[in-house]
C-alpha cells in the first residue's frame, strides 16, 4: 500500500465546490476532486447554534502537494474561518501512482 492525502472542506454553494475543484485539478494540486452532494451542517458560530447547507469537496493529492492545495483552498475560501481537513490514508500503490502522476506533470 501507499500513502496519499484526502483533503477536505465544506462550503456554501455548490457554484463554489466546482470552482474549488476546478482550480485545484487544473494546478495540479490535485489529481481529482469529488463534489458530494449538499449536506446540512449544524454547529456554533459568534455564541449561537446554526444549521446551513453546504456542499462538501474532497480533493485527493500527493503528501508533498498537500501544502499548496491547502493554500489554495485558503486562498479562495468564502468563510471566515476556512475548514479544511487532511487525512493521509493507504491506498494501492496504482492509484498511488496515478495521483503522483497527475499531481508532478
Known sequence: M???CVVTTVVDERSVAGGLADAAVAAHLAACAQVG???DSTYWWQQRVET???????????PDRVGALVGQ???????????ILVNRVESNPDYAAWIHEQTHP
Open 73 to 83: 483552498i485558503r486562498a479562495n475560501y468564502p468563510y471566515d474561518v476556512p475548514e
Open 2 to 4: 501507499e500513502e496519499i
Open 37 to 39: 452532494g449538499q449536506v
Open 52 to 62: 446551513n447547507s453546504e456542499w462538501s469537496v474532497q480533493f485527493k493529492t500527493a
